[in-house]
């Protein structure tokens, strides 16, 4: 049975482990584009390290070709996603999210301090939320 995805978009939390252990991603996924997200998913176990992660996220979320492949980078796509993806919110699905950065515990922890900024910024300026769902 599907359930409301406001069972698990929650409304300041940016990173998300849903409460739903009988979903799969795909099912998620698909319950997220009727209220306009724009929805990413990545495989953890594909994420060794933040080489990985930029381009992964450069790739999925269409971050412009001007990208520069570095935490700054990131903050300024991730802030600017309403500018070249026009959603009503945006959502990274990470499956396997404990093999997600696994050896890169630094890396995980500036991957989620930058996210959390982004959306802090993407919620004030555009009322869009911002959410990375973990599997």
Known sequence: MMRSPSAFLG???VFLKPDITDMKAEEIEKLLPP???FVFRLDGAGVKGKRELLA???AGLKFPAYFGYNW???LDCL???PDFIQARGYAVI???FDLFLKDS???LEDFRDIAETAAGF???KYKLPFKIITL
């Open 11 to 13: 409304d300041k939390e």
């Open 105 to 107: 515990p630094a890396e």
């Open 79 to 81: 802030r600017s996603l």
């Open 35 to 37: 209220l306009g997200f």
């Open 56 to 58: 992964v996220l450069a």
């Open 72 to 74: 700054d980078a990131l």
């Open 122 to 124: 993407l919620s004030e």
């Open 94 to 96: 990470i499956e396997r």
